[in-house]
Each structure stands twice: as C-alpha cells, then as structure tokens.
C-alpha cells in the first residue's frame, strides 16, 4: 500500500499560469478530500468526493479552483491563472467508504507562485 | 470564528515526561475527534482518534480524555520521545453533516533530550 500519492511534490508557476495538481487516492477509498495548508490560515478544507461524485465544495474559492474525479484512481485541482495567494501545501486525503473513517493523508504539493 | 480551538501553539517538554495538549470546539454536532501527527514535509498521519460516546481512548503512549459537557479534550503523551516533536492537529467532525474535517490550529510539541 503506497498511500495517496500526490504528484508533483513541488510546483512552481509564474503569476497568472495555470497549475494542476494530482492525486492517485488509496486504492478501493471511496472518498476523496482535498486540503490547503498554509502558516496563517492552517489546515483548509476545499472540496470532497464520494464515489467520484463531487459532494461538497464549500471550501473552494469560487473562481479559478476546479476540482475533478474523473475515475475512482485519480482526482485533480486545476487553479486557473493562478496568485501569489495560492502559494501553499495542497493535501489530497482519501478514506474507505462509511462516516468518520480514518482520513490518509498525502505528502502533499506545495505550490509556490512567483 | 474558530470551530477547533488549540490553546497552545507549542509546547515543549523533556524526555520521559507526559507532553499534555490541548483542544476545544464550539459546534456540539461534533462527534468525532481525530487527532493527527505532522512531521515536516510530510502530511499529517492519524494517531488516535476518539468519537463522542466515550470519555477516554487509549493506544500504546497516547490517551485522549475527552468532556461533552465542557466540549474539551485533551491528548496525553506519555514517556515523550524526542521522536515525538512534530506538529499536533485536533480535528472534528459531524456525522450529521459532511464529512469535512475542521482542524484545529496545531500546536508544535518539543521533546527535549
């Protein structure tokens, strides 16, 4: 068992590229997470799926971020033209199917906008 | 407003004393209770975890002890380890609701030799 892989580890883009970050969830988890980690503003939940479907993404600022889960093997965050302020440690977590499991977490990618 | 509250931002002890941390809430929906270890550049792993029907949870070096009333819990190391340093999340969540986590702030706990 690999846990989550996320890819890449580390990214950095110019300020207003595009950055797209993946995560390979555990195998057989039907339920994939996505966090932001940042000094200020912590752990930050941005989006979930379950069973590939998109369930809440409350989380998510409401322009640029998009998340994907297209097959139950990989999910995606794109961040359109992207800002200094998304600089940050995006996490991938995935867990097995039923409420309050345990959550595994990815190394995570951090993402730095220059 | 914060939902998951860790009063210490860190906290350092020495080795083979019990490092105490802290965690409070305000949503009483809230019935479950993960707390998560952090290393650099790592993501955070789960170490224990409790849910709301219990007041204690026990594993190896690690208890929880956890209050409904006073929506506090505490995590309790015992015999720290200077391999213990790391970063510690309280995390809750609703069974009710989401199935978010909302994580507390970390508190960054030293284990001196």
């Known amino acids: 068992n690999a846990g989550v892989i996320q890819t890449p580890r580390h990214k950095v883009t110019g300020k207003g590229q595009e950055a797209t970050l993946w995560c390979e969830p555990i195998?057989?988890?039907?339920?994939v997470f996505w966090y932001r980690q940042t000094i200020v503003q912590g752990l930050e939940f941005l989006t979930y799926?379950?069973?590939?479907?998109?369930?809440?993404d409350s989380g998510m600022p409401k322009e640029r971020f998009s998340a994907q889960m297209p097959n139950q093997s990989h999910s995606t965050l794109k961040i359109q033209s992207t800002q200094p302020q998304d600089s940050a440690v995006y996490l991938c977590?995935?867990?097995?199917?039923?409420?309050?499991?345990?959550?595994?977490f990815g190394k995570g990618t951090r993402l730095t906008v220059v | 407003q914060q939902q998951v509250r860790q009063s210490s931002q860190s906290l350092t002890v020495w080795e083979g004393e019990t490092a105490i941390l802290n965690c409070s809430y305000e949503?009483?929906?809230?019935?479950?209770f993960p707390w998560y270890q952090q290393f650099p550049g790592e993501g955070p792993a789960l170490l224990i975890a409790?849910?709301?029907?219990?007041d204690k949870k026990e594993d190896g070096r690690f208890t929880i002890f956890f209050n409904k009333r006073e929506k506090n819990l505490s995590l309790h190391i015992k015999d720290s380890q200077p391999g213990d340093s790391a970063t510690y999340f309280c995390?809750?969540?609703?069974?009710?609701?989401?199935?978010?986590?909302?994580f507390g702030s970390g508190t960054q706990l030293t284990v001196m030799p």
């Open positions: 409790i849910r709301s029907v219990s």
């Open positions: 949503n009483s929906a809230f019935d479950y």
């Open positions: 977590a995935s867990s097995s199917p039923g409420k309050n499991t345990e959550v595994f």
């Open positions: 799926f379950r069973n590939q479907a998109p369930i809440d």
């Open positions: 195998s057989g988890h039907s339920a």
């Open positions: 995390a809750a969540s609703a069974s009710s609701g989401s199935w978010q986590l909302i």
